[in-house]
T-cell receptor
């Protein structure tokens, strides 16, 4: 069974402080991991995926298979980063299709 | 390029009724997925269609069904509505066959069951 755990419902940080949104997963195969973000009054959208190894809006995430984690990090939080962040997992190439298992989400609030 | 369009945006039904929700994917996208979002359960996968075929199905009762048309537009239907079906139903489309592609979400259809 696939499972994604985001332990924090709300994370509040000050502007300029580092941010780490935690995500742990459970999957027996080789997963593909994603971070999706939903800004206020906007649609849910892809932020980044582990397979691309990219940095988007200053955010990075490294897949740690040993710890089954995919934490999202940013060294300096900006006010515009305030949003709901969802970690998601798919079964990858063997899983087939566009079935994502989402975590329950973490609301990030960046305070001035 | 127009985004994913879902209709209706809001609807109110009573228990026992049925409802049909519609989703128009981004032009050229052949995969359409449906998710149910509730405060208690979060985002849960309902099903996915690709080229008119259901490719994946989540753990929902048979009251939840869907289909996809030749133009990739999709509908989902919920019969014999229950209070617990109140939720935001999100549709997402993707161009790629596999999840290495990006899912583009619609704004959702908010269903309230009284």
């Amino acid at each position: 069974a696939q499972r994604v755990t985001q332990p924090e419902k709300l994370l509040s940080v000050f502007k300029g402080a580092p941010v780490e949104l935690k995500c742990n997963y459970s999957y027996s195969g080789s997963p593909e991991l994603f971070w999706y973000v939903q800004y206020s009054r906007q649609r849910l959208q892809l932020l980044l995926r582990h397979i691309s190894r990219e940095s988007i809006k200053g955010f990075t995430a490294d897949l740690n298979k040993g710890e089954t984690s995919f934490h999202l990090k940013k060294p300096f939080a900006q006010e515009e980063d305030s949003a709901m962040y969802y970690c998601a997992l798919s079964g990858g190439l063997t899983g087939g299709g566009n079935k994502l298992t989402f975590g329950t989400g973490t609301q990030l609030k960046v305070e001035l | 390029k127009a985004g994913v369009t879902q209709t209706p945006r809001y609807l109110i039904k009573t228990r026992g009724q049925q409802v049909t929700l519609s989703c128009s994917p981004i032009s050229g996208h052949r995969s359409v997925s449906w998710y149910q979002q509730t405060p208690g359960q979060g985002l849960q996968f309902l099903f996915e269609y690709f080229s008119e075929t259901q490719r994946n199905k989540g753990n929902f009762p048979g009251r939840f069904s869907g289909r996809q048309f030749s133009n990739s537009r999709s509908e989902m239907n919920v019969s014999t509505l229950e209070l617990g079906d109140s939720a935001l139903y999100l549709c997402a489309s993707s161009f790629r066959d596999r999840v290495t592609g990006e899912l583009f979400f619609g704004e959702g259809s908010r269903l309230t069951v009284l």
